[in-house]
């Protein structure tokens, strides 16, 4: 344990998303919510006063500058994710980000050096790691339960699910018009759901190395969409993806926005004495397997247990430096490497080699 004498610090930045951060830190026995920071000062103040935050900042460099943080979480438009981080490891605090870890490889890999060189956590929010079902499965690949996993697919499809012209600005996230603008979101479907569908497909069967990436986006209906309610974006509403392994494994993704679809979010592992099926935020998955007399059967595991919280397993991973943490910085940096892959693969019409890229360390960093 690093301090047993007084509780982790935290400071939230962006009240959005941020709001389930500040609600983790306030609620965790040995964190609390110190500071609170956003553009919207008045909406920073609310959420610092229903939590017991002492401090509401406008500047986040104000923020981080408080010698009595210890940790910090970064939920504000994607672009701002590398300077905000960066800044705040530099501080010594260690960080929380949400995803996409950066909207630039370059920023991504600057990211996790700056935690590595100063020795801190750099955690990546992707929370649908977190819910048993999946943890339940990935340890049912790692035992060899399914056999040789060599397959998976992996896909949300919205109808009606862009963000501005189909959520309201007035709810609790995707208010701001940044997320239909390339510069400041670095994309649309592919980095905002694509990033969670493919990260999830490929921890659960074991973190392979990604070696090529074959692609489509497109950016068909969203253009209209958005015209409708007086915007303008730029970004893609579908991405898909083929992705070979070094492994031999292959995983398909793919992703949109708004599709004249029946809308589904799952996914599916092929293996060679199983596989298995998941979908639609459900806390259960199928196994589908032969008899020994060849003959198909399927059950419903369904594992006991709340969702533990991504805030709470970060908080506990500040606090103890030699447990292994979820979803670090340097695993979420190979993810973003597929994601690169997939831009360039759109943009030059072909497959992307990755190899030589660098694999995650099994410790991740900090
Ligand atoms: N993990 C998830 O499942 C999940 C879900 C939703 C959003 N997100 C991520 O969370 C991040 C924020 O998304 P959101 O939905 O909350 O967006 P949002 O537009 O609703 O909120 C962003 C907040 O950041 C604030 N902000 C912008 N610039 C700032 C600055 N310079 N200093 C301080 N505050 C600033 C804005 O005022 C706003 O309150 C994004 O990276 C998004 O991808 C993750």
């Given at each position: 344990?690093?301090?047993?004498s007084?509780?982790?610090?935290?400071?939230?930045?962006?009240t959005?998303m941020g709001?389930?951060?500040?609600?983790?830190f306030?609620?965790?026995?040995?964190s609390?919510?110190?500071a609170?920071c956003?553009?919207?000062?008045?909406?920073?103040?609310?959420?610092?006063d229903?939590?017991g935050a002492?401090?509401?900042?406008r500047?986040?460099?104000?923020?981080?500058?408080m010698?009595?943080?210890?940790i910090?979480a970064?939920a504000?438009?994607n672009?701002?994710?590398p300077k905000?981080?960066?800044?705040?490891l530099?501080a010594?605090?260690?960080v929380l980000?949400e995803k996409?870890?950066a909207?630039r490889l370059?920023?991504?890999?600057a990211?996790?050096?700056?935690?590595?060189?100063?020795?801190?956590r750099?955690m990546i929010?992707v929370?649908?790691?977190?819910d048993p079902?999946?943890e339940?499965l990935?340890?049912?690949?790692g035992?060899?339960?399914l056999g040789k996993v060599?397959?998976?697919?992996?896909?949300w499809?919205?109808r009606?699910g862009?963000?501005?012209?189909?959520f309201?600005?007035?709810?609790e996230m995707?208010?701001?018009?940044?997320?239909?603008k390339?510069?400041q979101a670095?994309?649309?479907?592919l980095?905002?759901?694509?990033?969670h569908l493919?990260?999830?497909a490929w921890?659960?069967?074991g973190s392979?190395?990604?070696?090529s990436?074959l692609a489509s986006?497109?950016s068909?209906l969203l253009?209209?969409?958005?015209?409708?309610?007086?915007?303008?974006?730029?970004?893609?509403?579908l991405?898909?993806?083929?992705v070979?392994?070094a492994?031999g494994q292959?995983i398909f993704?793919?992703?949109?926005?708004d599709?004249?679809q029946?809308?589904h979010?799952?996914?599916?592992?092929?293996g060679?004495?199983a596989?298995a099926?998941?979908q639609?935020?459900?806390?259960?998955a199928?196994l589908?397997?032969d008899?020994k007399a060849?003959?198909?059967t399927?059950?419903?595991?369904?594992?006991?247990g709340k969702?533990?919280?991504a805030?709470?397993?970060?908080?506990?991973?500040?606090?103890?430096r030699?447990?292994?943490?979820?979803?670090?910085?340097?695993?979420?940096l190979?993810v973003?490497?597929?994601?690169?892959?997939?831009?360039?693969s759109?943009?030059?019409g072909?497959a992307?080699?990755?190899q030589g890229?660098g694999r995650p360390?099994?410790?991740?960093?900090?």
């Amino acid at each position: 344990m690093r301090r047993s004498s007084r509780k982790l610090r935290a400071g939230v930045i962006g009240t959005g998303m941020g709001r389930y951060h500040m609600e983790g830190f306030a609620t965790h026995p040995n964190s609390e919510l110190l500071a609170v920071c956003d553009l919207n000062v008045p909406e920073a103040q609310a959420f610092a006063d229903k939590y017991g935050a002492k401090h509401v900042f406008r500047d986040y460099r104000k923020m981080i500058a408080m010698e009595e943080l210890d940790i910090v979480a970064v939920a504000t438009p994607n672009y701002l994710h590398p300077k905000m981080t960066i800044a705040a490891l530099k501080a010594g605090k260690d960080v929380l980000c949400e995803k996409p870890i950066a909207i630039r490889l370059a920023d991504a890999e600057a990211m996790v050096r700056a935690a590595k060189r100063r020795g801190k956590r750099l955690m990546i929010n992707v929370g649908m790691r977190f819910d048993p079902v999946h943890e339940e499965l990935r340890q049912r690949v790692g035992r060899g339960e399914l056999g040789k996993v060599y397959y998976a697919r992996s896909h949300w499809i919205r109808r009606k699910g862009i963000p501005f012209a189909d959520f309201p600005p007035t709810g609790e996230m995707a208010r701001g018009e940044w997320f239909v603008k390339k510069r400041q979101a670095g994309g649309g479907a592919l980095i905002d759901i694509g990033v969670h569908l493919f990260d999830l497909a490929w921890w659960l069967i074991g973190s392979p190395r990604p070696t090529s990436v074959l692609a489509s986006m497109y950016s068909e209906l969203l253009p209209d969409r958005l015209a409708k309610v007086g915007v303008r974006g730029d970004v893609d509403d579908l991405a898909t993806a083929l992705v070979k392994c070094a492994t031999g494994q292959t995983i398909f993704l793919e992703v949109s926005w708004d599709a004249h679809q029946l809308p589904h979010l799952g996914y599916e592992l092929f293996g060679t004495k199983a596989g298995a099926a998941w979908q639609d935020w459900e806390h259960k998955a199928t196994l589908y397997q032969d008899t020994k007399a060849g003959k198909p059967t399927q059950k419903v595991i369904r594992p006991a247990g709340k969702t533990p919280s991504a805030y709470w397993h970060f908080v506990d991973s500040c606090l103890d430096r030699r447990r292994k943490m979820n979803a670090s910085g340097e695993e979420l940096l190979q993810v973003a490497r597929v994601l690169d892959a997939i831009e360039r693969s759109q943009k030059t019409g072909k497959a992307i080699s990755l190899q030589g890229s660098g694999r995650p360390s099994a410790g991740g960093c900090g």
